[in-house]
Nanobody, 119 residues
Framework: QVQLVESGGGLVQPGGSLRLSCAAS????????MGWYRQAPGKQRELVAS???????NYADSVKGRFTISRDGAKNTVYLQMNSLKPEDTAVYYC?????????????WGRGTQVTASS
């Protein structure tokens, strides 16, 4: 099993910034992709950003130019720098990691961290 622990969420005024972190631990073999999803009240969970082991990134159109995903392979940690936050960014943010275990890819999720952009 792989455990993911998110941190860095909170309350920020619109236009402000937050940095989320997610550290993976446990039976880690090779973590391939890592990413962030979010779920706002009454809405489906959606992909925010993802990053491959080699550093290729993918972003939702709604966050392009404002959010930056990065990872530290040595620490098995992924980050999400969020700038110019908008009220519509308010959601619970979940970290994900894909672990290659015995030739099989298994996906793991964190418990989530609340991000609120409000005045």
């Amino acid at each position: 099993q792989v455990q993911l622990v998110e941190s860095g969420g909170g309350l920020v005024q619109p236009g402000g910034s937050l940095r989320l972190s997610c550290a993976a631990s446990g039976r880690i073999f090779i973590i391939t992709d890592m990413g962030w999803y979010r779920q706002a009240p009454g809405k489906q969970r959606e992909l925010v950003a993802s990053i491959t082991r080699r550093g290729s990134t993918n972003y939702a159109d709604s966050v392009k130019g404002r959010f930056t995903i990065s990872r530290d392979g040595a620490k098995n940690t992924v980050y999400l720098q969020m700038n110019s936050l908008k009220p519509e960014d308010t959601a619970v943010y979940y970290c994900t990691a894909r672990n290659l275990e015995g030739g099989k890819l298994n996906d793991y999720w964190g418990r989530g961290t609340q991000v609120t952009a409000s005045s």
